[in-house]
């Protein structure tokens, strides 16, 4: 199996266990449910050969759901998948397969914060669209990142690309089988004028802020 396909499998069995787990929003309980262990510990690690798995977790980040435990949980899911020993062996070690591990348990935290039937629910109601994703950051607590992520990587084949602007800058890009007319960090004062009349964008104010979400769906 080739390394490009891995990110979409591994999202796939992410679904998957969502999916057996009736779509719980919240990887502590998800956890629990498991039959994971969860122990206070100095750093935030897992181990995932002994049974059961256990998460270690900071006392600060003991006991409720957060981005550190989605983190932690992604990485148990990424052992499980089985992906992550297939990188350890194509990179060599575990110490070169590190970053792309890291990276596969990131891109997980977005799925596993905001559910499919949420998902379908911000689609159903608005379209792929910029509106849906503050619908997403409001009905799942979720940071804006995180919910452009959601909504534009839901499905690898679809054409879906999104930004966030800080002032008068990209701060955040997402996409997905589709391209932006800028970059990450470069300075676009006026999105909208990037973008031909013909192309099914959308933007909406991200509440309470003067920054702006940008979606394109293909
Ligand atoms: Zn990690």
Known sequence: MSADAWPAL???FVKDIQAYLEHEPNSYKALHRLGIHVRMGRDNYVITQSKPPVVYL??????YNNETVEHEYGHILLAWSNIESQMIQEYGSREAAQPFIESLCEQ????LRITQPMVDEAVRRYGVTSRAVVFLMLKAKARPEVALRRLIYD?????RAGFITSGNYIREVARCN??????WLERVPEPSAWFPSDIPVSF????????????VAG
Do not use: D, K
């Open 10 to 12: 591994y999202i796939q």
């Open 58 to 63: 900071q006392p600060w980040f003991y006991g």
């Open 108 to 111: 997980a935290l977005p799925f």
């Open 155 to 159: 499905h690898p084949n679809a054409e």
């Open 178 to 183: 589709l391209g932006l007319p800028f970059s």
């Open 204 to 215: 909406t104010r991200i509440p309470h802020t003067h920054n702006l979400i940008g979606v």
